[in-house]
């Protein structure tokens, strides 16, 4: 079973540099997946069937110093399609257009898309994060202070579900976008946190149809292309405390692409997306989703004591 201690507590935990080094990182700059593609159905690197092993890989701390800042730990947030209401965008070729199709049409299962892998890393203390039917939607890790003033890239073990993409549809990829938090301090609250405490990776749906959207700040980027809008969660990022400029992960968030295997689970016949190849699924994690197990509680249900929100 995961173990579990006050996340509070971790603060108190050895600072001392650690350095994970895993071949050359200068080219890694963000949370990602280190396996951010795979085929649909398949199971790879693990003795059980259904999985596929993969990695969360933290390519840099927090600011200042360059994001060199030490990572304490990580909270991981998975789309679910049981208990919540993903949202999710078609591209046929045109863009991203909203569609309120539900997940089911494009992809099972619904649930337990990224599970933590306890066979090892570098974190001591994990939990999962679990839905009302106890399916899997993600973890936290942490525990230590770990230095990547040199780069060091801080590698989490991580398991994909086996995906398959419904037959009846036209999908030929379905894209599963991550809310991640990656901690430098546990003290400050998300609602008040900036890039120097969290950096937030995270999944924003701005585009047509999608309700609420354009999604923002109180103050534009135009190169970033951030417009001024209402936030899209609790933890869309931030680099000031008043939560006016949009922070280093707004809107760029790890993702998992599941491919469909065209001999196995052909296309239907009339698919004309892409010029009949096929369309392109993205599946963001609903707000109340991210804003209810993002943050970090002693149980995996988001019961008993909250350590950090």
């Not at 010029?275 to 995996?300: C, R, T």
């Amino acid at each position: 079973m995961p173990k579990s201690i006050p996340f509070k507590k971790l603060a108190q935990c050895s600072l001392t540099t650690a350095a994970l080094v895993a071949g050359s990182q200068g080219a890694i700059a963000h949370t990602r997946l280190e396996i951010p593609t795979v085929a649909e159905g398949v199971t790879a690197g693990h003795s059980q069937t259904g999985r596929v092993h993969n990695y969360l890989r933290i390519g840099h701390g927090c600011p200042p110093s360059d994001h060199r800042g030490a990572t304490m730990g990580t909270s991981l947030v998975a789309p679910n399609a049981v208990d919540y209401a993903p949202v999710i965008g078609v591209d046929s070729g045109n863009g991203k257009e909203f569609t309120t199709s539900p997940a089911s049409d494009f992809y099972s299962p619904l649930a337990g898309i990224v599970a933590l892998n306890r066979t090892g890393g570098p974190w001591e203390f994990t939990n999962v994060k679990v839905d009302s039917k106890g399916n899997k939607d993600g973890f936290w890790a942490g525990g230590k202070a770990y230095d990547q003033t040199i780069s060091t890239v801080v590698s989490v073990d991580l398991d994909i579900s086996a995906i398959t993409i419904t037959p009846t549809s036209c999908a030929r990829s379905v894209t599963f976008e991550l809310a991640i938090a990656d901690f430098c301090s546990i003290s400050v609250p998300g609602a008040t946190a900036t890039d120097e405490e969290v950096l937030y990776w995270s999944p924003i749906p701005n585009f047509p149809g999608v309700p609420g959207q354009p999604f923002g700040a109180s103050i534009a980027d135009a190169a970033r292309n951030i417009p001024v809008g209402p936030a899209y969660s609790n933890y869309d990022g931030y680099a000031d405390a008043a939560h006016t400029i949009a922070g280093d992960g707004w809107g760029s968030p790890a993702t998992v692409t599941v491919t469909r295997n065209l001999t196995a689970n052909p296309l239907p016949a009339g698919c004309t997306g892409n010029g009949g190849a096929g369309d392109d699924v993205y599946v963001y994690p609903s707000a109340e989703q991210i804003n209810k197990e993002l943050p970090v509680w002693s149980k995996p249900d988001q019961t008993g004591t909250l350590y950090w929100q």
